[in-house]
């Protein structure tokens, strides 16, 4: 059974935006955060943003701050990147996951895990 899925990758020009959407289903609905990570070969899965599904708290990667943003539809589980002023060093699998403990940032509190969507950004 699948429980997290991402969507929205794809290939876009340095300063560009995409959104990247996340849905969460089965075991993964209940949890207490959602969480996106991104990983190339060869480097460890990195930490890019995290949002509480009950408060709404965000939290960011220092790479990513100011120009990526979370948010979540709690109604449609879903939660949502908005990517924007994207650069070469952003090419990356994104990894959607859903966390039930409160260390947003380690990928050891993620339990269910998306296969990924590859975003490319050219130079």
């Known amino acids: 059974q699948v429980h997290v899925v991402e969507s929205g990758g794809g290939l876009v020009q340095a300063g560009g935006s995409l959104r990247l959407s996340c849905a969460a289903s089965?075991?993964?609905?209940?949890?207490?955060?959602m969480g996106w990570f991104r990983q190339v070969p060869g480097k460890e899965r990195e930490f890019v943003a995290a949002?509480?599904?009950?408060?709404?708290?965000?939290y960011y990667g220092d790479s990513v701050k100011g120009r990526f943003t979370i948010s979540r539809d709690n109604a449609k589980n879903t939660v949502y990147l908005q990517m924007n002023s994207l650069n070469p060093e952003d090419t990356a699998v994104y990894y959607c996951?859903?966390?039930?403990?409160?260390?947003?940032?380690?990928?050891?509190?993620?339990?269910?895990w998306g296969r990924g969507t590859q975003v490319t950004v050219a130079s």
């Open positions: 996951a859903a966390a039930f403990r409160s260390y947003v940032r380690s990928t050891s509190n993620y339990d269910y």
């Open positions: 089965g075991r993964a609905v209940g949890s207490y955060a």
């Open positions: 949002t509480i599904w009950s408060t709404g708290s965000t």
